[in-house]
Nanobody, 115 residues
Framework: QVRLVESGGGAVQAGGSLRLSCVAS????????MAWYLRAPGKERELVAA???????NYTDSVKGRFTISRDHARNTVSLQMNSLKPEDTGVYYC?????????WGQGTQVTVSS
């Protein structure tokens, strides 16, 4: 079974930074595509950033240049460094991966950015 546990959310003012972490078990982050999704208030969950098995990354346009996704093989962790935060970055961030044709999600971590 795959288990993903997020941490690092919180409340910050616009322009601030946060670093989210996702500890994985039951899968190896360096051998999987790992992603972060955001469920903003009143909206569907949307992809924010992803890192592939080969280390390739992709970001939604709204976070390019501000967010960085990375992984730590030794800790089996994927992180999302979020800089220059904006109020529209507010919501619940979820860690995601896929195995055996199934999606696996963490419980989410709340990020609130005030103006």
């Amino acid at each position: 079974q795959v288990r993903l546990v997020e941490s690092g959310g919180g409340a910050v003012q616009a322009g601030g930074s946060l670093r989210l972490s996702c500890v994985a078990s039951g899968t190896i982050v360096s051998q999987s595509t790992m992603a972060w999704y955001l469920r903003a208030p009143g909206k569907e969950r949307e992809l924010v950033a992803a890192i592939g098995r080969g280390g390739d990354t992709n970001y939604t346009d709204s976070v390019k240049g501000r967010f960085t996704i990375s992984r730590d093989h030794a800790r089996n962790t994927v992180s999302l460094q979020m800089n220059s935060l904006k109020p529209e970055d507010t919501g619940v961030y979820y860690c995601n991966t896929q195995r055996w044709g199934r999606n696996f999600w963490g419980q989410g971590t709340q990020v609130t950015v005030s103006s």
